[in-house]
Nanobody
Framework: QVQLVESGGGLVQAGGSLRLSCAAS????????MGWFRQAPGKVREFVAA????????YYADSVKGRFTISRDNAKNTLYLQMNSLKPEDTAVYYC?????????????????WGQGTQVTVSS
């Protein structure tokens, strides 16, 4: 069992930056591939980024490629999402997710565990 708690969301102006964190419970964090998803009002939840167990492989949605960076610190049981050059269309609730499968599985939207989400609002 893994419990995920996101933090770091907030209100930022377009062009600004935020860093989201996801703290994971348990001693097997390094055994899970991790990812970030988001859901805007009235839209379905969508994949944002994923990272492998070791951090050596990453995937990004085309809409965030070059602006967002996913990383992890296995010693701290923490996942990060650095978001730069934010746009109003990035406004959403951001969710952390974990899977025992390969990180590519997260690209398809499948995960074993989900966090409660943190709100990111980008003003124009």
């Amino acid at each position: 069992q893994v419990q995920l708690v996101e933090s770091g969301g907030g209100l930022v102006q377009a062009g600004g930056s935020l860093r989201l964190s996801c703290a994971a419970s348990g001693r097997t964090f390094s055994s899970y591939a991790m990812g970030w998803f988001r859901q805007a009002p009235g839209k379905v939840r969508e994949f944002v980024a994923a990272i492998s167990w070791t951090g050596g492989t990453t995937y990004y949605a085309d809409s965030v490629k070059g602006r967002f960076t996913i990383s992890r610190d296995n010693a701290k049981n923490t996942l990060y999402l650095q978001m730069n050059s934010l746009k109003p269309e990035d406004t959403a609730v951001y969710y952390c997710a974990a899977t025992r499968e390969r990180s590519r599985t997260l690209v398809g939207g499948t995960a074993d565990y989900w966090g409660q989400g943190t709100q990111v609002t980008v003003s124009s």
